[in-house]
């Protein structure tokens, strides 16, 4: 029996006890291997002795005080680092408690950036279908995502979509990538024309696609086209790495493989490595100046933005993340992943698509390799892969459902950066494993 609301009601969940590197065990004495870093958060490992130093020291010291009255080293010192190490043009950053409120923030920042430079008629935003921005209302609401939409409809902020760069389902047989980009930057201008150039605000994008289909990257030069209509027509580019930001791609910051720089990008998740909720926004100095010169105030601000004992261990995460070593080994990992997931599955004939950049790896489902007709999405076979893989000791992430009629199923995997090669084997193992007796 439980008191706690869970987010599914009624299943029977194992009671973590305790975790180390790439393993959480359980009260019963069970070994889980995080393949997916509970949603792609664990980033540096479970237990990591230099962040577990960092939030001691920092506790020992101080563990609130209200940035309306003060800052503190721990904060100052995280933003330093994440401007020295994003793409250069993002000089600023607020802090927040989570991906969600990162996302609101961004939604807040840009529409006060347009009052402030007098353009108070820019209020429309566009996203893409298929994505998801977060859970509260207005993240909820820029996300695509018709399943998680559905029932909030009636009380959620009119957004705009377009396509998302999808190109195991969307692009064409005879389509070359570059007329596949072309094709979606003419269908996001043709988006902004529609809706009167001057009035829109921003055009929000994940780099790579988490949550909703799997680790999709995007196109060759889509991300560049996107960036170039966006300057056109006066839009700001809000990219969200709350997933696949802070290493999981192998960079830093995913957009550095898109060669683009957004005015505002979020980041999360892997931020925090699951040690402490903190979230950041990353503005670009002219949004920045616009309200140090207007009106001087960021009209926004949560009770526990910028904790110190968040941001010593956020701190320590990114120093840790921004060794070499460690996207080194994001990216050998990550291209051992792909390579023994093509070996393991590439004769499965419902393997549809493996895919993904670094240690952000993604497999399609499909009842028909051909076709790629996805199952029925009443047999609910994301669940089952899950209870599987959760059954021989393995945490993934795999995610389904109606999507914009689209009836998919995928799993992502995103284990922490320090994940060694056999660990990955036993990965690629266990979901082969768990994907056919989900399927028998
Ligand atoms: N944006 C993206 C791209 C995400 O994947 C998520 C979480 N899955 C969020 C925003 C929301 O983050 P949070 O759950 O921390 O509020």
Redesign the pocket.
């Known amino acids: 029996m439980t008191r706690i609301l869970h987010r599914s009601i009624g299943v029977a969940l194992p009671h973590a006890a305790s975790a180390q590197g790439v393993y959480i065990t359980d009260t019963m004495g069970r070994r889980y291997l995080d393949g997916s870093g509970g949603?792609a958060v664990t980033s540096v490992g479970h237990a990591h002795p230099e962040v577990l130093a960092a939030m001691r020291s920092q506790i020992d010291n101080l563990c609130y005080a209200h940035t309306s009255f003060f800052t503190t080293d721990a904060a100052e010192e995280l933003a330093e680092k994440l401007v020295d190490l994003a793409p250069e043009g993002l000089d600023y950053v607020y802090l927040v408690s989570?991906?969600?409120?990162?996302?609101e923030a961004a939604l807040k920042m840009a529409r006060q950036y347009f009052v402030e430079i007098n353009q108070p008629q820019r209020r429309h935003i566009i996203a893409r279908r298929q994505s998801?921005?977060?859970?509260t209302i207005g993240?909820l609401a820029t996300g695509g995502n018709a399943m998680r939409r559905q029932q909030f409809q009636p009380i959620l902020p009119e957004t705009h979509h377009v396509s998302p760069c999808y190109a195991y389902r969307d692009k064409g047989i005879d389509e070359t990538p570059e007329a596949y980009a072309a094709r979606l930057a003419d269908e996001l201008e043709a988006k902004i024309l529609e809706l009167g150039p001057d009035e829109v605000m921003a055009f929000v994008a994940?780099p790579v696609v988490?949550?909703t289909l799997g680790a999709v990257a995007s196109e060759a030069d889509y991300f560049k086209r996107v960036r170039a209509i966006c300057d056109k027509y006066g839009v700001l580019l809000i990219l969200?790495e709350?997933?696949c930001g802070m290493g999981r791609t192998g960079t830093v910051f995913a957009c550095e493989q898109d060669g683009v720089t957004p005015d505002i990008v979020?980041i999360?998740?892997g931020l925090g490595g699951g040690y402490q909720p903190i979230?950041a926004v990353m503005l670009s100095a002219s949004i920045y100046a616009s309200f140090a010169n207007g009106s001087g105030l960021f009209q926004h601000g949560h009770t526990y933005l910028g904790h110190p004992v968040a941001a010593a261990a956020a701190n320590k995460v990114v120093e840790i993340i921004a060794r070499p070593e460690t996207l080194a080994n994001v990216n050998a990992m990550g291209a051992r992943l792909q390579s023994g997931l093509e070996a393991a599955l590439g004769a499965f004939p419902y393997v549809g698509d493996i895919r993904g950049r670094g240690l952000f790896r993604g497999i399609e489902i499909v009842a028909d390799r051909e076709s790629k007709v996805p199952f029925d999405p009443a047999r609910k076979l994301h669940a089952k892969i899950k209870r599987q893989a959760m059954a021989r000791g393995l945490v993934s992430y795999p995610m389904g459902g109606t999507i914009d009629g689209i009836n998919g199923d995928h799993i992502l995997l995103a284990p922490p950066y320090i994940i060694e090669a056999s660990e990955i084997d036993l990965i690629i193992e266990r979901i082969a494993e768990s994907i056919d007796a989900a399927i028998a």
Do not use: L, Q, R, W
């Open positions: 949603a989570g991906g969600s409120e990162a996302v998801y921005h977060g859970n993240a994940e988490g949550a969200d709350v997933m979020t999360a998740k979230g």
